[in-house]
C-alpha cells in the first residue's frame, strides 16, 4: 500500500498545534537537552531529470518527472558553558510521479565540541548521508544518482600564545555509488595547521596534509594513491561587515600504477567572502581551482575551476530575494578514445524566494538553470528545475 507523503505533513501540524509553549521557547527541552523536530515538504518538476544530451532525451520514457519530497527529522542538542552535544537524523521519502516509482534517502549527524579553560580544543564529526541525486563528489556524471557517502573530521587544537595556536587535524571520507562501483572510494588524511593572529580577527596560518586514496573495484584500483598538500592562508573578519577566506598551495600525488599514471603535481587556490553592507543587502563570492577524482576514460583526475556568487535582498524581515550564478570549467589530463581531452563547462543560474511566516515555518521557492556544454557530445545538457518547498522546525 502507497503511503502519500500529505498525511506525514498533516500530523506533523496536528501536533504543532497542541505544543504552543515549545513554540514560544523555539525548541522543545527535557532538561538541559533540545529536542528539534522538523519537516520538510517539497515539490520538484524538472524537464530533463537525467540531465541528458538531446539525442538521449528523445529516446527517453520519462525525460520530464514531478517529485514529491518529504523530510521527518530531528535534531538533539545538549549545550553546556563550554561544550557542545549534537545528534540529528533525516529520512526523505520521494515519489517520482513520471514513473510511478518511490525512493528513500536519509542521514544522520553527530558532533562533540569541548572547550577547555586551559586553550585546549577538541571537535569530533561525522555525517552519514544516503543520496539520490548527484553532487560536486560527482560533477562529471549526471542524472539520477544515488549512492552513500560518510565524512568524519576530528580536530585538537591548542592555544599557544595570544598570537599563535596549532591544531591537528584528521579526515575520513567514505563514497559507495550503487550503479558505478567504480567509483567506490575510502579517502583518509591526516594534517597540522598553525595560526598567528595579526590583528583581532584576522589570522595568517599554514596548513599541510598527507592523505591516502584507495579504490575498491579491481578495476579501477591502480587509481589508489598517496598525496602530500600544503597551504598559506589569510582569513577571518576584516570588517564588521566583511569575512574573507583565502587560501593558496599546491598537491604532490603518487600514484600505485605509476606506469599509467604518472606523479602530478597541481596548484590549488581558493577563496570565499561574505559581505553584508546594508541590514538589508548581503552578497557572498567564491572561487577555486582544484583537483578532483575521476576514473573517466582511464583520467585519474580532472581539474575543476571557477566560482560562484549569491545575493540576498530582505525586507519587512520575512521576505528574501535571491539568486545564486555559477560557472566551472572541468579539464581532464588524457585523451579519450575520440582523440580529444574532455573539456565541461558548467553554468547554473538560480533565483529564489524565501518567506519567514513564522519563527517556526519558512516558504521557499526557486528556479534552476542548469547547462553543461562538453566537447564529447553525450555529456552536453541543459535543464530547467523549479522547486517549491515548506519547511517547519521547532
Known amino acids: 500500500m502507497k503511503k502519500h507523503p500529505l498525511i506525514f505533513f498533516l500530523l506533523f501540524f496536528i501536533v504543532c498545534a497542541y505544543t504552543g509553549s515549545a513554540r514560544a521557547q523555539g525548541n522543545i527541552h527535557l532538561g538541559k537537552l533540545e529536542v528539534h523536530p522538523g519537516l520538510d515538504l517539497g515539490y520538484t518538476y524538472s524537464d530533463n531529470i537525467n540531465q541528458e544530451s538531446t ?24 549545550p553546556t558553558s563550554n561544550h557542545m552535544f549534537r545528534l540529528g537524523y ?24 569541548f572547550n577547555f579553560p586551559v586553550g585546549l580544543i577538541l571537535r569530533l564529526n561525522d555525517n552519514y548521508a544516503q543520496r539520490v541525486f548527484p553532487t560536486l563528489q560527482l560533477q562529471d556524471q549526471s542524472g539520477i544518482v544515488k549512492y552513500w557517502e560518510n565524512d568524519g573530521f576530528g580536530e ?43 590583528m583581532t580577527r584576522l589570522s595568517l596560518f599554514g596548513e599541510a596534509w598527507y592523505g591516502k586514496v584507495g579504490y575498491k573495484e579491481s578495476a ?20 564588521p561587515k566583511t569575512n574573507f577566506t583565502f587560501k593558496v598551495g599546491g598537491e604532490h600525488r603518487t600514484y600505485q600504477d605509476f606506469n599509467n599514471f604518472p606523479d602530478t603535481n597541481q596548484p590549488i587556490v581558493s577563496l570565499e567572502l561574505e559581505e553584508k553592507p546594508t541590514t538589508h543587502f548581503s552578497f557572498s563570492l567564491n572561487g577555486s581551482r582544484s583537483v578532483n577524482e575521476t576514473v573517466y576514460e582511464n583520467n585519474s583526475y580532472y581539474i575543476s575551476t571557477g566560482g560562484g556568487a549569491n545575493l540576498t535582498y530582505t525586507m519587512l ?54 547547462n553543461r556544454s562538453s ?16 519547511n517547519a522546525v521547532l
Open 90 to 113: 533525516n529520512l526523505s521519502v520521494f515519489d517520482f510521479l513520471e514513473r510511478g516509482e518511490t525512493d528513500y534517502k536519509s542521514s544522520a549527524m553527530g558532533s562533540l565540541e
Open 156 to 198: 585538537i587544537g591548542y592555544t599557544l600564545t595570544q598570537r599563535w595556536s596549532v591544531s591537528g587535524r584528521y579526515k575520513n571520507q567514505m563514497l559507495r555509488f550503487q550503479d558505478i562501483a567504480l567509483y567506490n572510494r575510502d579517502v583518509n588524511s591526516g594534517g597540522v595547521a598553525l595560526f598567528m593572529r595579526m
Open 220 to 239: 579501477s584500483n591502480g587509481q589508489d594513491a598517496t598525496y602530500i598538500q600544503g597551504f598559506l592562508g589569510l582569513g577571518g573578519r576584516v570588517s
Open 317 to 370: 524581515r520575512m521576505l528574501a530575494i535571491g539568486a545564486d550564478i555559477s560557472y566551472f570549467l572541468l579539464q581532464y589530463d588524457k585523451a579519450n578514445n575520440t582523440g580529444d581531452k574532455r573539456s565541461d563547462k558548467i553554468l547554473q543560474v538560480s533565483p529564489s524566494v524565501k518567506v519567514d511566516i513564522t519563527r517556526w515555518l519558512r516558504a521557499q521557492a526557486g528556479y534552476t538553470l542548469s
Open 55 to 78: 539525442a538521449a532525451k528523445a529516446s527517453d520514457q520519462h525525460p520530464k518527472e514531478s517529485i514529491i519530497e518529504v523530510t521527518p527529522g530531528v535534531e538533539l542538542r545538549f
Open 375 to 390: 566537447n564529447v557530445d553525450y555529456y552536453h545538457y541543459k535543464e530547467n528545475r523549479i522547486a517549491a518547498s515548506l
